[in-house]
C-alpha cells in the first residue's frame, strides 16, 4: 500500500512542469527541520550522483589535508568544485565532507603520528 502511493506520488511529480517541480521540493524541504533537511540533503547528493564520484572527491580532500593542515575546508572545497566540475550549489555539502575529512586527518595524526612522519607540513621547521 505504501509503495503504491510513493509511486503514484512520483509519477505525479514527474509530470508537473518545472515551477511546479521547484515548488513541490521547496515545500518538501520547507516540512522539515535544519538538521533533518541536511542530512535529506546529503542522501538526495548521494542519490543523484554516483557514489564513486564522492568517494574519488573524499580521497582527494584527505592528500590535500594530509600534504597541508593550514588548508582551510572551504577552500579545499572550492578547489573542489573547480578540480571536478562539480556544480557551486554543492559547496555546503562540500564545505561539511572537508570538515569531516580534515577532522579524521587530525584524529589519525594524534592517534598514529608515525605514519605522518614522513610528509612535510607547511610551517614546519626542518631539522
Known sequence: MENEKVTELVRSVTEF???????????????????????????VCHCAYPKTKWIKVERWMEGQFRRDMNKTPSRVASTAVN?????????PFLIK??????????TRRRRHPEEFVDLKFKGQEEA
Do not use: P, T
Open 17 to 43: 512542469d518545472e515551477s511546479l517541480r521547484r515548488a513541490f521540493v521547496e515545500g518538501l524541504f520547507k516540512a522539515f527541520g535544519e538538521k533533518e533537511r541536511s542530512s535529506l540533503v546529503q542522501w
Open 83 to 91: 578540480y571536478f566540475r562539480i556544480n557551486s550549489k554543492m559547496m
Open 97 to 106: 565532507m572537508a570538515q569531516r575529512i580534515k577532522m579524521r586527518i587530525r
